[in-house]
């Protein structure tokens, strides 16, 4: 399922501006602008690391990931021996953090299933979650510079002998002291109708403004042309 999305070198992992942008929306679809091939700043999305993660060590019962650095087609990962902690690094760099405890499961259909379901679930909240989330407290992300940085997720399982969870929305948080503040997005995790486990995903927000309406709507106008316009054949 990843293969297309990573080059797998002798001792590193390197991804390259397409392979990030084409996971981004075909996998994801997400079509934050630092995903774009074409992108000044390009950033390999987050959701790919945490994917590949999954997909060479296994689903743990309890899985905690920290975003440390921007991942880019110049980056050559480095994936140590599996362990309760450990880190993605490129060079002396730590890209990705990873906690873990419990039992691990290896099945790939699990596997896939996790992936596909988290990532489709973290690459559509922005803007249709995120935006109204922040317009209940009457302010809004800078449309000129929407700076919402992803910055950790975890997922807690309750048993592994599960094989296709499907992933339902729960309650977000949002807090913002100033122009600066912080996104909770929680979900749960049910196997034929039975809830199973639960995570979040947290991301950090900066150059809060105050609401506008048109502003808004312009805004996901432009984001909806965007999707409908770059997405991949």
Known sequence: MLSPYYQQHADYVSISREQGCRFAKLVADDFNPLHDKDAKKFCVPGDLLFSLVL?????SEKMEFTFAGMVDENSKLTFPEGADEFAITDGEKVMLKVKREGAVSQCPELTNSLIK?????????????????????????NPARPM?????????????DISAPELQFAEPDFEFTGKRGKITLRFNLLENGEKVGAGEKHML???????????VDDLISFYNQRKESLKPA
Do not use: W
């Open 117 to 141: 379901n988290y990532v489709e679930f973290s690459g559509t909240t922005f803007p249709h979650v995120i935006i109204p989330l922040m317009g209940k407290q009457d302010v809004m992300i």
């Open 55 to 59: 997909n060479r060590y296994g689903i």
């Open 148 to 160: 919402v940085i992803y910055e950790s997720m975890l997922i807690n399982l309750d048993r592994l």
């Open 205 to 215: 927000v900066s150059g809060i403004r105050d609401y506008c309406q048109a502003t």
